[in-house]
């Protein structure tokens, strides 16, 4: 999992010796080595997070998160803080601030890869559904308000493995206003989780910590506790333990002997985190309900994907599918129009079952689809076009005709953060064309020649290929 890591430390020593670490790991590293220069690089390069050092002259750790914390262009940024202090004081000060979490120097290569994993699973999805109701609210649909600092009211389930423990972790979120439920077992734990209305889960370690390492797993396969936000309570020994758990689908942590204070910032970050999100699809599907979907297949629209592909195109490669049926015309001549919705529908459902969530797929005109992969490569686009094309040409589709023999060619375009949309889908186009003249039933990706000369043009689907 790739990613770009700002990294800020006054210390030039300690500057190069997190960046080789980074780049031995592939990751792309941007340094910065005061605040101010820290601000300004967050800005304008928007890292995917970004390694704080507390300790600065001037403008310290402290400071720095804050400031990003306040700005929405930067406030979704993962922030670690890496520092020398142990003091739970300065931790809880640094959760406060927005910090995700904290890493200790002299820094441990374990444990800093995992908790990186971690925070790009979380802002991944983050991403996905910021990107997709910024361009809803680009198509001149409002989002729903921003949820309250305020946890008061929320539900939080404790897994405790020892009475006391549990009742002091319950009795510290009491104090935020959480509604608390503490439950003895794992089974027990899953079966109330299951529910899908707990806002956070709180999972004591203890003897045997496979047990919860099991029911993080078993959580994250559930589509109802899919997003729901894991803190591991563990003891400093259980390190590798805690790790693992991390790469499971845990979000955060609280070590033993746990402190109240850190404990309640942990979870009131978490719980915010979580409504931010809930908001964000929300607003996504009233969005989608209102204005940019396609009534006949229920995908998304033409006019969301143009918007869509564009706000993609800013920040980051992509990868453009023009999906096209093939001989459509003579479905609708030969069974009628009703036979040739049927097989809209039924291939713009193979089609969205095989995407990523991340992934957009719309009906972009007549028998045509347009498929947009964020950060998807050449060979892995082309990957993807021959595994719809084989989706829909392997059992016939359904419809009131009977069974009726359908493909798909498919034109692919590939192109860096900054390439002209219109382009893109051009010489998709082209690809598209040389796969129908070729045979049909086949993906051809778009030749530099073709991204080159693409001269883009409104025009409505090909009914007669």
């Known amino acids: 999992m790739t990613a770009r890591i700002l990294a800020v430390d006054d210390i030039a020593t300690n500057l190069r010796l ?12 941007l340094l910065a080595s005061s605040g101010p220069e820290a601000l300004q690089i967050a800005f304008t390069q928007l890292p995917d997070i970004i390694l704080l050092d507390v300790m600065m002259p001037g ?70 559904w910021r990107l997709r109701t910024e361009t809803a609210r680009e198509l001149g649909i409002g989002g729903g308000a921003e949820p309250t600092p305020s946890v008061e009211g929320a539900r939080a389930l404790v897994l405790g493995v020892d009475a006391a423990e549990a009742a002091r972790v319950r009795e510290a979120l009491l104090a935020d206003g959480f509604l608390v439920y503490v439950v003895g077992s794992p089974d027990e734990a899953l079966r109330r989780l299951s529910q899908g209305d707990v806002d956070v889960a709180l999972l004591a370690m203890g003897p045997d910590p496979g047990e919860v390492l099991r029911l993080a797993s078993r959580l994250r396969a559930q589509t109802a506790t899919r997003d729901l936000p894991l803190i591991l309570l563990a003891d400093p020994a259980q390190k590798e333990e805690l790790l693992r758990g991390f790469d499971l689908g845990a979000n955060d942590h609280c070590l ?26 929300a607003d996504l599907d009233r969005s989608l309900e209102m204005a940019v979907t396609d009534q006949l297949t229920g995908l998304r629209n033409r006019r969301y994907v143009r918007r869509h592909l564009d706000s993609l195109l800013r920040t980051e490669m992509a990868a453009v599918l023009i999906i096209d049926i093939d001989r459509f015309k003579s479905i609708n001549d030969t069974y009628g129009h009703n036979t040739g919705d049927a097989a809209l529908r039924e291939v713009a459902e193979r089609l969205r079952e095989q995407l990523r969530a991340a992934d957009v797929v719309a009906r972009y005109g007549g028998e045509e689809f347009l498929a947009v992969l964020a950060g998807t490569e050449a060979a892995e686009a082309m ?40 382009r893109l889908i051009g010489a998709a186009d082209a690809a598209l064309y040389r796969a129908k003249n070729e045979g049909r039933n086949r993906a051809h990706l778009a030749t530099q020649e073709e991204l080159d000369r693409a001269i883009p043009e409104e025009r409505p689907g090909r009914e007669a290929t």
Request: aromatic content about 4%; hydrophobic content about 40%.
């Open 18 to 29: 997190l960046e080789a670490k980074l780049l031995a790991e592939y990751y792309e590293v």
């Open 59 to 128: 403008m310290d750790g402290y400071e720095v998160c804050r400031a990003l914390k306040a700005d929405p262009r930067t406030h979704h940024i993962p922030v670690v803080m890496v520092t020398a202090l142990t003091d739970t004081v300065e931790r809880v000060r640094g959760l406060e601030a927005g910090a995700d979490d904290f890493l200790s120097k002299p820094v441990d290569n374990a444990t800093l890869f995992a908790r990186l994993r971690a925070l790009l699973r979380m802002k991944q999805v983050h991403d996905a």
């Open 256 to 281: 033993r002997p746990l402190d109240a204070n850190e404990l309640r910032a942990r979870t009131r970050n978490q719980v915010r985190r979580k409504r931010y999100q809930d908001r964000l699809r």
């Open 383 to 422: 990957r993807v076009a021959e595994r719809l094309r084989t989706t829909v040409a392997a059992k016939p589709v359904t419809t009131e005709a009977g069974p009726l023999p359908i493909t798909i060619s498919i034109g692919v375009g590939v192109g860096p953060a900054g390439s002209s949309a219109d």
